[in-house]
């Protein structure tokens, strides 16, 4: 029986990672960059917001494609659906993050550029929302801090504490 994720799998999750650690680290650092620099930085945190966007997409798609492989030895059943909830919460946070962030961008009726394409407003100038989005945005980016390092927590903790495959399943 396999008891690994898919190489595919594997990829885009850490690829998931990488685009997650950036596209925060480009609004974490972005007073960092001299004033020239900040439109680039913030272009830079909405691609990799939405390739997040993206990822995420294709990896629900291959969750129905791949079966989930089991954990050995098995979890407790209230542990085996914690972890699927948590899973299921992040793959919300992340589609609806890139998504709060695409909306307040389009809003305040700025551009939005894609690897070097401008994407076209689809919705109307409306800068009275753009903060509430906002501000929406920024509270689920900081609840994302918090789910990201659970996940991660409870991984580390099932490899060298519980001594189980959780975390191998997801290694390279």
Same mark, same amino acid.
């Given at each position: 029986?396999?008891?690994?994720?898919?190489?595919?799998?594997?990829?885009?999750?850490?690829?998931?990672?990488?685009?997650?650690?950036?596209?925060?680290?480009?609004?974490?650092?972005?007073?960092?960059?001299?004033?020239?620099?900040?439109?680039?930085?913030?272009?830079?945190?909405?691609?990799?917001?939405?390739?997040?966007?993206?990822?995420?997409?294709?990896?629900?798609?291959?969750?129905?494609?791949?079966?989930?492989?089991?954990?050995?030895?098995? =979890?407790?059943?209230?542990?085996?659906? *914690? +972890?699927?909830?948590?899973?299921? &919460?992040?793959? %919300?946070?992340? !589609? /609806?993050?890139?998504?709060?962030?695409?909306?307040?961008?389009?809003?305040?009726?700025?551009?939005?550029?894609?690897?070097?394409?401008?994407?076209?407003?689809?919705?109307?100038?409306?800068?009275?929302?753009?903060?509430? =989005?906002?501000?929406?945005?920024?509270? *689920? +980016?900081?609840?994302?801090?918090? &789910?990201?390092? %659970?996940?991660? !927590? /409870?991984?580390?903790?099932?490899?060298?504490?519980?001594?189980?495959?959780?975390?191998?399943?997801?290694?390279?």
């Amino acid at each position: 029986m396999k008891n690994r994720y898919s190489l595919l799998q594997i990829r885009l999750h850490w690829l998931t990672l990488l685009m997650i650690v950036l596209a925060y680290g480009a609004m974490l650092g972005r007073d960092y960059f001299p004033d020239d620099y900040r439109v680039l930085v913030r272009q830079l945190h909405y691609n990799f917001g939405l390739s997040v966007w993206v990822l995420v997409f294709i990896r629900i798609l291959l969750r129905y494609r791949f079966r989930t492989p089991p954990i050995t030895p098995p =979890l407790p059943r209230w542990q085996a659906h *914690v +972890a699927t909830l948590t899973h299921w &919460l992040l793959y %919300l946070l992340f !589609l /609806a993050l890139p998504t709060l962030g695409f909306l307040t961008v389009q809003f305040a009726g700025r551009s939005i550029y894609l690897l070097g394409w401008e994407l076209p407003q689809l919705v109307p100038a409306h800068p009275e929302w753009r903060s509430g =989005l906002r501000n929406t945005h920024e509270l *689920v +980016a900081n609840i994302g801090y918090y &789910l990201v390092a %659970l996940h991660a !927590l /409870a991984a580390l903790f099932h490899h060298y504490f519980m001594k189980d495959d959780t975390l191998k399943r997801m290694l390279p």
